[in-house]
């Protein structure tokens, strides 16, 4: 995208109603819900971050511009939800224990409304007891867990080690991302899979409920 769109200026400003309108203007045009997730919201957030981790911005200026977003998602969701074919399933997703940055899990969150999923977003600084309740109340299949400084990474770690004393964890599929997680860790821990990008995050999610239907079907 060589010209900026208004939503992307608005959403990297942190601009929430500024967003919501625009966002509320492009519906109005008739622009397809998800073309406005993928070619606007996803990449001003994917600005932000790049911005963010090369020392241009700050953690004031990330939680803004998430604000933006979700202003603006707020209108679309809705839509998401009614122009996906089918329920691809059910996922419980949040920032871990300790750790307050939520660009990276908002984007992929809003990757996964737009493929079809029904996501829980539990938010930021999530317990590994309220990832487990989450999971028991929704019977949610997949959880999927973020985390951007290095030393809120053991929440993960704690958080399948409660998945397992709950009684849960070969009922769900676990993915882990954020910037220092690396699939190495993510195979230490005992995650079952790692993806750096929404795009990942979104295949990695159709491929286990696939998988599950496919077992499902066969037994």
């Known amino acids: 995208m060589d010209k900026k769109s208004d939503l992307f200026l608005a959403i990297v400003a942190g601009d929430a109603a500024k967003a919501a309108e625009v966002t509320k203007n492009y519906l109005g045009q008739g622009m397809n819900p998800q073309a406005i997730l993928t070619e606007h919201m996803i990449p001003a957030l994917g600005d932000v971050g790049d911005r963010f981790e090369s020392g241009e911005l700050f953690i004031p200026e990330l939680l803004i511009s998430a604000r933006a977003m979700k202003a603006g998602l707020a209108l679309i969701r809705p839509l998401l939800a009614e122009s996906s074919s089918a329920n691809q399933g059910r996922v419980v997703i949040g920032t871990v224990q ?34 487990i309740e989450a999971i028991h109340d929704n019977h949610a299949p997949i959880l999927a867990m973020s985390a951007l400084l290095t030393t809120t990474m053991s929440s993960m770690r704690a958080t399948i080690e409660a998945l397992r004393r709950a009684g849960l964890r070969e009922q769900v599929k676990v993915m882990v991302g954020g910037a220092p997680v690396t699939q190495t860790f993510a195979e230490e821990i005992g995650a079952d899979g790692f993806s750096n990008n929404a795009n990942g995050a979104l295949a990695l999610a159709r491929e286990w409920m696939q998988a599950k239907a496919n077992a499902s079907s066969a037994a």
């Open 98 to 131: 300790g750790d307050l940055h939520d660009i990276g899990k908002n984007i992929v969150a809003a990757m996964l409304e737009g493929g079809g999923f029904d996501v829980i977003d539990l938010g930021i600084g999530v317990t590994p007891e309220k990832f």
